[in-house]
């Protein structure tokens, strides 16, 4: 009989891939665009047309036209070109284009222009790791952090490399310090709770799940992920509670019908494994764990 911690554990207990490191940063590299503010809430042809290239390039830019912006950019370089705005900001249209090898270059070059700019080195860290330059990933996320020693993307960042790369204990460094600057931050609360099931540190990771599901209370991954380690744990019936508050703020979120099963199956209870298998399987024809789980419930009730 499997137990929830195979039953799509991997949302609390993530096994890391050879390239996991690259997928988390995108994430926070996105995050951290450090466009300025519109000038105004509503965009205006108006102002477009009266304004400045920078001005066209900033307004085009938080409108999503990314074409007319980078043009935009290129007029502004053409007058200045070692304008750092527009190249930093060229290097944030090269990583939404997907173009992490430009994006490298233009962050670079952003870094020479403003070497004491710890955004533009933690945005080129960002962009290594998209080309799976690992050392130059954490050369980089070093400079932004000896930069500013409170910058939390860059720490978290650090961080996430840190687990990609299987350095649990330096993980959980970065995002112990980082919460420290940000203490009522979900994803870094997230994330050191994910470094302590690594290590087995099962109520240390509990605390710190529970912590930000009380600052994000409706939060259906977060109760999913609290009812996952409550199953590592043996807490089933909490587990199931859990899980029941998932499934009614996201009626569509197989997993948690998954895991539910699995705590079912292990209070012995199989019609009700079954009926959750079902419902898993029914959002997503393809999910192995809740197949092989419908099987095997179905294999004690005949």
Known sequence: MKKPTNKKASVAKPTVKKNSATAVA?????????????????????????????????????????????????????????????????????????????????FKMACEIEPKNA??????????????????????????IALEADYVDALQNRGLYFVGTHQTQKASEDFSKALKISPDNIELLSNLAKVMITEGRYQDALKEYEQALGIAPKSAVLLNNVGVLLC?????????????????????????????????????????????????????????????????????LN
């Open 26 to 106: 995108k994430k926070a590299e996105i995050k951290d665009r450090a466009i300025p503010k519109k000038t105004s809430k509503k965009s205006s042809g108006k102002l477009i047309k009266n304004s400045s290239a920078l001005e066209k390039a900033i307004e085009y830019h938080h409108q999503g036209q990314l074409n007319e912006a980078w043009t935009a950019y290129q007029t502004v370089l053409k007058k200045e070109p070692k304008h750092f705005l527009a190249v930093h900001s060229m290097g944030l249209i090269a990583v939404q284009m997907k173009s992490h090898d430009m994006a490298s270059n233009l």
């Open 232 to 300: 590592v744990l043996k807490r089933f019936n909490e587990a199931l509670d859990c899980f029941n508050k998932a499934i009614t703020l996201n009626h569509q979120y197989a997993e948690a019908f998954n895991n539910r099963a699995a705590a079912w199956m292990n209070l012995k209870a199989y019609a009700k494994a079954c009926g959750d298998y079902e419902r898993a399987v029914a959002l997503n024809s393809s999910y192995g764990d809740a197949l092989q789980g419908l099987a095997k419930a179905r294999s004690f």
């Open 119 to 144: 955004k533009a080195f933690n945005n080129l860290a960002n962009a290594y790791l998209q080309l799976n330059k690992n050392d130059l990933a954490l050369k980089n996320y070093n400079t932004a």
